[in-house]
């Protein structure tokens, strides 16, 4: 080859290279709105949660009783953070009701903590037969999900507490029966 | 080699184009053990309220991976109390099929809400403004409520 088609072929290679490169970005560039530096960050933070002391909570249960997570003594206790607006958290309430009555002999107590309208949350434990109790609260919820590592405020956002009162793992997003069954086979003394 | 040279850096070229699109376009987060999501600003930017002789529109940009549900798109008057409207008027959505939820229209990408001012009435300054949404790897954001100036 000679040096000048050796030049144009390298001339056509940068010109594709660069509307290839350009193709992309232009891609997304209309679509994607303007994202503040730093907005995408790892706002799950579990690294800085998980074997720390769980955050203190004291929130009204669905029968409007003051509860905090030293109401259950001795207990592995799998927080449940979800509300009736959030499809995912709906999709995950028979895999907890589940749990609750397949681990609650190891030593679980599955607990909810609902961000929402107490009375929509008591139709619908009445209506899914809840076989656990739920915390309700509004921005409280979001405020106690911070110090729990979500400090973007999703849901589905599920905690398992140690009886001795350390985060041992967390979980943004839905849980489903295959893995809170190796949840448990991890953690509790089954 | 300079041809080659040239391939390599044009695929690096692409390959970190393709990352940042996976990457604020938060399709490719794995949840569980940390996932990086949009914060719910960024995921739903509402680009403010804008009057137009008798109309106002409100403007959201969505991100990709990212919707709103129509139903529980919500607009009222903050100030001056009572000033009449009528709306929100909103273009029809994309179909989705809950199995909790049924049948309801979501928004992406971009959305425009229309509200239609009477002609002898003062015109709302200010809009309160309630919207919620998800993300498609499987969580969802709570209820958010905004004050708006409209422009």
Known sequence: MSGFSRQAVLVAAIAFTAGAAGFWVARWMPQTPTVAEGAVARLLEPERIEGQAAAAVSLPDNEGKIRTLKDWPGKWLLVNFWATWCAPCMHEIPALIDAQARYEKAGLQVLGIAMDDPEAVRALMKEKAFNYPSLIGDEQVQLVMEQFGNTIGALPYTVLIAPDGV??????????????????QRFLPL | MAFARTLVVGLTLIA???SAESLLGGKSSALGKGADLLAVDQAFQLQGATRRGHEIALDWSIAPGYYLYRHSLKVSVDAPAKAPFTGPELPK???MNDAEFGNVEIYRGSLQAKLTLPADAAAPRTLRVKYQGC????VCYPPQTRLVAVK
């Not at chain 2, 993300?135 to 499987?138: H, K, Q, R, Y």
Request: glycine share 14%; no cysteine.
């Open chain 2, 135 to 138: 993300a498609d790897i499987g």
């Open chain 1, 167 to 184: 985060v041992r793992y967390v979980e943004l997003g839905g849980v489903d029966t295959a893995k809170l069954d190796n949840l448990m």
């Open chain 2, 16 to 18: 970190t184009a393709a």
């Open chain 2, 93 to 95: 959505g994309v179909a």
